[in-house]
C-alpha cells in the first residue's frame, strides 16, 4: 500500500508514512508555532480533530469523486461513491463545535491542517449551502487565506490535471 506523503530522515534513521506522525515527528523542530499544543487537553483536542477530520470528512469525500482511476488501468476512470457521501461528511463538518477560532480551539493545530485539503475538496464536490452553513464558511475563508494554507493550494495547481474534475475557475 502506498501512503502520501512520506517523510524519510536518514540521519535519524526513521521513515513516517503518515501525515499526523510526520507533524508529531517535526513539530517544535522549527520556528514555526507548535502544530501540537503544550497543553496537554489542548493537544487530546487537536489530535481528535484531527483524526475526525481526516477520518470522515476527507474519507467521504474521496469516496465522492466522479472519477478515480482503476489501479489496473489508470487510464480508465471508474466511478466510486457519490456526492451523498460529501454531503454527509460537509453537513457533520458544519455541525462541528464553532465559536472556537480554529478547529480545535483558539490556535491553528494540526485539525486544521487535516481540514484544509477536506474542505478544499469537499468545497469542489459538494458545495454547502455558504449562508446556512455561515460558520463553516467563515471557518473555510479564514482557513484558506492563511498564508501556508494558500500557498499550499497555489502550489497545487500544476497537479489539478492529475485529479480529473470539474475544477470550478476559482480553483484551477
Do not use: K, N
Not at 61 to 67: G, N, V
Not at 112 to 134: G, H, N, T
Not at 156 to 171: G, S
Amino acid at each position: 500500500m502506498v501512503s502520501i506523503p512520506v517523510l524519510v530522515d536518514d540521519r535519524a534513521g526513521i521513515t513516517l508514512p503518515e501525515s499526523t506522525a510526520i507533524v508529531d515527528y517535526l513539530d517544535g523542530l522549527g520556528e514555526a508555532p507548535p502544530l501540537i499544543p503544550d497543553d496537554p487537553v489542548a493537544a487530546l483536542q487537536a489530535r481528535l480533530w484531527d483524526r475526525v477530520i481526516d477520518g470522515y470528512l476527507m474519507t467521504r469525500c474521496r469516496r465522492s469523486s466522479p472519477t478515480v482511476c482503476s489501479p489496473t488501468d489508470a487510464a480508465t476512470p471508474r466511478r466510486r461513491g457519490g456526492t451523498g457521501d460529501a454531503r454527509e461528511g460537509v453537513r457533520a463538518a458544519g455541525q462541528a463545535p464553532g465559536g472556537r477560532g480554529w478547529a480545535a480551539g483558539p490556535e491553528f493545530t494540526v485539525a486544521d491542517c487535516a481540514a484544509a485539503p477536506a474542505l478544499f475538496y469537499a468545497r469542489i464536490v459538494q458545495r454547502w449551502d455558504e449562508q446556512r452553513m455561515d460558520s463553516l464558511t467563515r471557518y473555510f475563508t479564514a482557513l484558506t487565506a492563511r498564508p501556508s494554507v494558500a500557498r499550499v493550494i497555489d502550489e497545487a495547481r500544476a497537479y489539478r490535471h492529475l485529479f480529473p474534475l470539474p475544477w470550478p475557475e476559482y480553483a484551477q
